[in-house]
Nanobody, 122 residues
Framework: QVQLAESGGGSVQAGGSLEISCVLS????????VAWFRQVPGKEREGVAV??????TTYAEDVQGRFTLVASARKTLTLRMDSLKPEDSGMYYC?????????????????WGQGTQVTVAS
């Protein structure tokens, strides 16, 4: 059974950087598309970035050029976040689906982590 575990996150001043990581266990990492979503209270969960099983990446427009996905050999997908803004704050969730997809829709993914909080102070 596939399980996702997020780590990292925390608080940072605007303009700073943070890294959050997602470890996929229970299956072959390279066979999965893995994405990051974020959510703030009262709003829908939104897609941030996705890495398809083949390695291709897609970023949401508002994080393009500031966020970077890095995959490691240890079944880990790290989201490096630079030039952070207060509006980047939220609970960040890792999601996965078997296959090579570049979708950023919440209804597309069938495995989810518990989330990790990111807070950017102004």
């Amino acid at each position: 059974q596939v399980q996702l575990a997020e780590s990292g996150g925390g608080s940072v001043q605007a303009g700073g950087s943070l890294e959050i990581s997602c470890v996929l266990s229970g299956d072959i990492f390279r066979d999965y598309s893995v994405a990051w979503f974020r959510q703030v209270p009262g709003k829908e969960r939104e897609g941030v970035a996705v890495r398809a099983g083949g390695g291709a990446t897609t970023y949401a427009e508002d994080v393009q050029g500031r966020f970077t996905l890095v995959a490691s050999a240890r079944k880990t997908l790290t989201l490096r976040m630079d030039s952070l803004k207060p509006e980047d704050s939220g609970m960040y969730y890792c999601a996965a689906r078997r296959g090579w997809w570049q979708m950023l829709r919440t209804d597309f993914f069938d495995h989810w982590g518990q989330g990790t909080q990111v807070t950017v102070a102004s």
